[in-house]
């Protein structure tokens, strides 16, 4: 079969190091805008099932993920300066370029040709020329945008506003850290994924974002500004920029997933909220999920039409999760009033995918002084 794919991200990568490796005479091409050592962003993190599924789907790539993570058990929610951890989840985090470079190394190895510095405009050809047309250009999808009849996109621009820094301060857990200021609340998401280097994110609603005056603020400002709400927690190290912007999350869905020989994947097809991770997750879970539909039938339409049917339902289970705790962070300030064990308690259930009792397995600690606490007053 011959296998052009649009996007060298996680989500097409990973699709061609699977199908490469089912069947070596697959013919596959990833063309890729940007060169091999670009990239945005830090860090990403995968929960320990994530890592279950990819060691089962390809070995040799699992072994050189987990060979360059960093893991950990807790997230730590910090209020009023306070810090309550919860443990009993399994997280680790990795460099999003380490991992786009072991994926690399694996389509090379594989012999799957990668393209970079190939900018894809005349999507007609590229899919008249091939088997399969696997679109995995990302949030922003021009395929979608193109075929935009055909996937019946559903775009929804969020209110809050978040930003995605690197700090060499450590977080040695899942943080959620709160900071509110005269000018509103602040909440930034961290994780330590190499061994110098952490994620944070930040993000803040519409208003505390025009009172503060982003807008007018340049990045080296906004820097300094929100390293310095966050100066306690950051131990008064900088915020790290990768030509880092200020995003409004973008929510994504498709009314259809695929028409003919074209297919959507990862972020170009749905998008989960970074406060429940992970994007990468999905991505690479949706590439083992379309492997799988070509293993049990392979013919092209059929295959496509099983991926849509078997693969929805379980994303639409994931982005409801993800929307809750979406709709929580945008209302973040209706929570500040709670004291720092209750803003933990709220903050672990919010997505209502973990109710007492799973919180109670993960950490029954957590969950008695939490009791306790709650009993007194
Ligand atoms: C603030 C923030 C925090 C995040 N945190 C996490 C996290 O903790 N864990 C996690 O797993 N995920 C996280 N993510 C999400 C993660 O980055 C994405 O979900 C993931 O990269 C999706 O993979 P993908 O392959 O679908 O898309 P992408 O990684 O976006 O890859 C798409 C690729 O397509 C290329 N491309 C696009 N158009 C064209 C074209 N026309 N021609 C050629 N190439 C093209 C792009 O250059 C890009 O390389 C976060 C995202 C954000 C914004």
Not at 27 to 38: A, F, L, M, S
Not at 99 to 113: A, D, H, N, S
Not at 300 to 322: D, G, K, N, T
């Amino acid at each position: 079969m011959k296998i052009n794919i649009i996007g060298g991200g996680p989500a097409g990568m990973y699709f061609a190091i699977l199908m490469k490796h089912a069947r070596a005479a697959h013919e596959i091409t990833i063309y890729e805008r940007n060169g091999p050592d670009d990239t945005f962003g830090w860090g990403v993190v995968f929960s320990g099932k994530t890592l279950a599924n990819l060691r089962a789907a390809d070995e040799p790539s699992h072994a050189e993920i987990t060979r360059n993570f960093e893991a950990w058990d807790n997230v730590d929610v910090v209020h009023r300066g306070e810090k309550i951890s919860i443990h009993g989840n399994s997280f680790s985090g990795i460099a999003r370029l380490r991992l786009l470079k072991i994926l690399q190394r694996r389509c090379e190895e594989l012999g799957v040709e990668v393209r970079f510095r190939a900018e894809v405009a005349d999507f007609d050809s590229l899919r008249a020329d091939c088997d399969l047309l696997v679109a995995a250009d990302g949030v922003n999808s021009l395929v979608r945008q193109t075929f935009a009849e055909k996937f019946r996109p559903d775009l929804s621009v969020r209110p809050n506003k978040y930003i995605w820094y690197g700090t060499n301060h450590l977080f040695h857990g899942l943080t959620l850290t709160f900071r509110e200021t005269q000018t509103g609340v602040f909440a930034a998401h961290s994780y330590k994924f190499d061994q110098a280097t952490s994620t944070f994110i930040v993000e803040c609603d519409a208003k505390t974002w025009n009172k503060a005056g982003f807008a007018e603020m340049s990045d080296e400002e906004t820097r300094a500004y929100l390293a310095e709400v966050f100066a306690a927690d950051l131990n008064g190290r900088p915020l790290l920029s990768n030509n880092s912007k200020w995003l409004n999350f973008l929510l994504v869905k498709n009314g259809r997933w695929s028409f003919e020989n074209v297919v959507l994947l990862g972020d170009a097809l749905h998008t989960a909220h970074f406060s429940i991770g992970s994007g990468t997750k999905l991505a690479m879970e949706d590439a083992i999920a379309l492997k799988e539909c070509f293993d049990e039938n392979p013919d092209v339409s059929s295959s496509l039409e099983r991926f849509e049917e078997a693969r929805r339902p379980v994303i639409e289970e994931y982005q409801a999760a993800a929307y809750e705790s979406m709709l929580w962070f945008e209302d973040a300030r209706t929570y500040m009033h709670l004291a720092p064990i209750d803003l933990a308690y709220v903050l672990m259930t919010r997505s209502g995918r973990v109710d007492e009792g799973k919180l109670r397995e993960r950490d029954p600690h957590f969950v008695d002084a939490y009791e306790r606490v709650k009993g007194k007053r």
